[in-house]
């Protein structure tokens, strides 16, 4: 029997956030850092001491004390960073050469959401393993899988990299597919996967139902369709979003989609094909996220030489106009003998071919990443007060962006996921929500 304290009765009747410090947390570690990376000013500083307490950054400096009985991780021979952010990714799906063909309508067929949200707890676990401590989940992640993916791990069953999710996609009829009325009308096949709006009244409903079902950010389709979304129509997902106090991407890829969405004044672009130079300009003047997701040319099959060459020229054109570019990759696929993490930093090969330099490279991985997933407050950034994330790798990524090819060290909220390059996930499993149980 459960003695409740009366301050803790009143909280649950007035179902209130309850949050406590995980037990490994609560003491105060220091981390000596040999090079300490600050990716905003695009300096690093030598030999600093970085105190952690109750999760959170306490102190930051080369004469900071550390206090006796701090728990001391010598990073001395290692260069220090804040975590990495994926703008763009798919943790619950994952489709394959074999069954599927990487058809990925195939793979919604074949696979339950239970099973892709275990998927999507694997895949979320390789990406922080990659130093990924931010993932922007966008969609197709079948029944609210990323949903229970966010909130198992704010909760505290397992560890993985901090989710911002869209709930599922929202289109025209069919999304991004083009069902058979057979696959849409009788069967419900390609659902839930999308959800249908095509008029203002559905609009309103489907961004209200992403929200109660956990969505943290909306993701619609613009243009999947020859009539997509018109301005009004998008101004209408960013109005009713704002009221669940989210923000609103759109799937762009026609020039006339670009058009209608900068017009609309929506918060972040995925996918480059129809961001000419034209629409570069108008989104550096509007400030709109670019998440271009720059497939490189060596995940062989998942793009070709010329959409690569556009998508490299693309790039570079967003950089030299100025836009907010975040680092995205829309990964969603298997390549054998390659973890969900390794793909994605494998994308810095497209950013190498853009000729963007590596602080601009380490930029959109970082402090833009914050940014675009409204954390820069709350996490990203190496600063007191803030969640204590961060990485550690061999090189100097200033100097050779692919030194983020080799993370060391992995911290998530105060814990240490990651020594030695070896995962060390223990302190993050549980048998309990000990991060509070009323987290959604
Ligand atoms: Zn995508």
Known sequence: MHIVT????????????????????????????GRLIDPEAGTVTMNQIILIEGG?????????????????????????????????NHLALTYKAVPENNVYYLTYVLESTPLRAIQAASNGIQMLSAGFTIVRDMGNNGNYADTALRIAIEQGWIPGPMIVNSGIIIGGMGGQFWPTPEMAMDKNIVYPEYLDADTPDEIVKAVRQNALFGATVIKICVDCKPWG??????????????????????HVQTVDGARRAIEAGIWSIAHGGGLT???????????????????PLTLVGHTTEGRYERTVAGLRNAYENNVPLTFSTDADYYIPGMTRGEVAIEF??????????????????????????????TRGPIRAGLAADLIAVGGNPLESI?????????????????????????????????NGWNIR
């Open 6 to 33: 009366k301050a803790k009765a009143i909280a649950f009747h007035a179902g209130l956030l309850v949050l406590t410090a995980s037990p490994a947390a609560a003491q105060v570690t220091a981390i000596r850092a």
């Open 229 to 250: 979304y018109s301005v009004d129509d998008i101004k209408l997902f960013i109005d009713e979003a704002g009221r669940a106090g989210l923000k609103v991407e759109g």
């Open 402 to 434: 692919d030194a983020l090819r080799d993370v060391q060290f992995v911290m998530k909220d105060g814990v240490v996921f990651k020594q030695n390059g070896v995962m060390t996930p223990e302190k993050f499993f549980h048998g309990g929500p000990v």
């Open 348 to 377: 810095i090969e497209t950013w190498k071919a853009a000729g963007i330099p590596n602080v601009d490279i380490l930029r959109a991985m970082t402090t833009n990443g914050y940014l675009v997933s409204e954390t820069e407050n």
């Open 277 to 295: 130079d034209e629409m570069h300009k108008l989104m550096a003047k509007k400030g709109i996220w670019r998440a271009g997701t720059e497939t």
């Open 56 to 88: 959170r950054f306490q102190a930051i400096g080369p004469d900071v004390a550390i206090p006796p009985g701090a728990e001391v991780i010598d990073l001395s021979q290692l260069t220090v960073l804040p975590g990495l952010v994926d703008a763009h």
